[in-house]
């Protein structure tokens, strides 16, 4: 593939050719890089097939990879600068050759499928939205999550991309958010609801009101209505669109929530003899439990709307965390959901390549 | 006390004279009204030595109290109307003699130290605001809940008054809060935390963005900075400042997390007969944790800002909600909520009457 680099090697490994385009990995960004995220690109490569290149600073990044003896099954592209954990907007315009800036410099020269980083979020958001610009029609991208609910997870965005939406946009996060489903879940028919302040339509704040409208009256959409807080985990709908503020602060309660229901229950057993002996044979169900909530467990967030899919694994990942996050990508990007979000706002192009 | 009409009898039960002006609780409001209603007064009455009076159609309640043989323990103050469980404002101008609007009387006459209702929020808030009015300088008044932390509860406000504030009345809700702590949970300097999406001082919407700046400069306030969703539960702040829409949502999130925590939690044991063997062991001290969880254990939500004590309890509350809720209102008045926030927002003027 044009423009690659491998540091060891004189031939890509074949995974790279027989299973499509690789996933562009960003092996600066997170709180645990290089280590742990070349560690979950080996466990993706190893245990899920999925082709990876990493990108970055070559010395650690090849150090990493003797450590699980995988220098022959992934190829480094160089990145000499990294955006630090803290840095945003701003930072992205200053180093337009970060580990970040180049891996989507890959997926728009058709070189990699997708962009997987735990940078900060910022400055995901802005490297992505300045080198893969946005879809045509999208008026903000969009970050979206999925909800561990059963029988399948449920797409909440936008979970923190724009702090300031216009009611258009809502209805486009509808159809981001449909794509999103119909690609990673197989859903046939999104339902859509609006996150607000009561189930009767003239509840909410001005926003959500004029949402409401334009929601109900949106060609291509199933729309649901208004879904308020206690429904996020019923499964009610497939999709529920939100501002990118009242989105974030929602999933940080959540994740809170259940994080303190679990250690609340934890410290109650462990206060007493004969509940802690309860607790012994449960264990392994609890721990189940735990690791289907765990947001590392998902993949991550997605961001939507861009020329390109870019997903945005927890700053805190480790490997399992990164590994889920390429999974995600690969899949994304395997079932087309940048051309589905085409299709849907209606302003769909032939793609003149299969990711 | 003038105006009080006991349906039966010739003088009114001591309680009421001694321990302090009664509780006015609304009979008709709520999804179990009157009966639970009742048996939530008595409870009050008996098992707290709350005095109260029941407003709302003579009848039922009498024969809701035969059943507790409690007749002659809490008297009844007629009020022939009601509002349904789905109106709001409106309705409340429409109907002035509703059961909430003679409860809101009986508080501005000074025959009653505060009201109490599980009738519908919007209904409460507006006739609240139109019988009681708000307190000198108060912009708008807040809903505020308190949060099961430990090593003591945490107000969240506005929990859902206001869908659109301006940024000065974020610095009310904090003084509000303030009060709340000061005066429900004995807290000598309560620390106010400022909800949004991000630690740093720049982070949120505009209206945080700028909340943030009030809220430092304010005097009078120990501001301790912003906090995100996953803090809400850790007990870092005595007080959580947010808009009516964003704190609605969140406190659904929250109660719907926890909720469904247990619920996937006595699933995931009851499928294993070792888990359900585990379970068994633990059975009461997890009773005990739900318990401490359960929104009706914590007396429900407060309408701060208005010239009376006004307790808003959950509509499906049974009698022990109600209870909790009178426990609740009984408090705040004897400990002066109202006269607290004339105090911090520097209207205060010398009361007449002591609660």
Same mark, same amino acid.
């Given at each position: ?10 031939? %890509? ?15 600066? $960004?997170?709180?645990?890089? *290089?280590?742990?995220?070349?560690? $979950? ?9 999925? *082709?990876?290149?990493?990108?970055? !600073?070559?010395? #650690? ?29 701003? +930072? ?24 997987? !980083? ?29 909800? #561990? ?34 690609? /990673? ?31 109900? +009256? ?35 309660? %959540?994740? $809170? !929530? ?42 991550? /967030?997605?961001?939507? $709307? ?9 700053? +805190?990942?480790? /490997?399992?965390?990164? !590994?889920? /996050? ?30």
């Amino acid at each position: 593939m044009r423009g690659l680099h491998p540091v060891r090697g004189d031939r %890509l490994p074949d995974t790279a050719g027989a299973s499509g385009a690789p996933i562009a990995l960003d092996a600066m $960004g997170g709180d645990h890089a *290089p280590g742990e995220v070349v560690a $979950g690109a080996v466990q993706a490569v190893r245990e899920h097939g999925v *082709p990876i290149v990493l990108v970055g !600073s070559p010395r #650690p990044i090849h150090e990493a990879l003797l450590r699980h003896d995988a220098a022959a099954e992934i190829p480094i592209v160089r990145a000499e600068e990294t955006l630090a954990m803290d840095e945003g907007a701003l +930072a992205s315009l200053r180093r337009p050759r970060s580990s970040i800036a180049v891996a989507c410099h890959l997926v728009r020269r058709g070189d990699a499928a997708a962009v997987v !980083s735990a940078g900060s979020t910022a400055g995901v958001v802005a490297t992505g939205k300045l080198r893969l610009k946005g879809q045509p029609g999208v008026l903000r991208p969009a970050i979206a999550v999925a909800l #561990p609910t059963l029988p399948r997870p449920t797409v909440l965005l936008d979970a923190g991309a724009n702090a300031e939406v216009k009611p258009e946009m809502m209805v486009q996060f509808a159809h981001l958010g449909a794509a999103y489903a119909e690609t /990673a879940f197989r859903v046939g028919e999104p339902r859509i609801g609006l996150l607000t302040i009561g189930s009767e339509p003239g509840k909410g704040n001005k926003l959500t009101k004029r949402a409401h409208e334009l929601l109900s +009256a949106a060609p291509g959409l199933d729309f649901a209505g208004n879904i308020e807080g206690h429904d996020l985990l019923t499964g009610v709908v497939d999709v529920v669109v939100t501002d990118g503020f009242t989105g974030n602060v929602t999933l940080k309660t %959540l994740e $809170g !929530s259940v994080r303190y229901a679990f250690s609340e229950l934890r410290r109650t057993i462990e206060e007493s003899r004969t509940a802690r002996l309860g607790g012994l044979l449960q264990r392994r169900r609890i721990r189940d439990l735990r690791g289907r909530l765990d947001p590392e467990a998902h993949g991550g /967030a997605v961001l939507l $709307g861009l020329n390109g899919t870019v997903v945005i694994a927890h700053g +805190a990942s480790h /490997a399992a965390g990164i !590994s889920a /996050a390429c999974v995600l990508a690969a899949e994304l990007a395997a079932q087309g959901v940048v051309p589905r979000i085409g299709e849907r706002l209606g302003t769909a192009h032939r793609p003149h390549r299969l990711w």
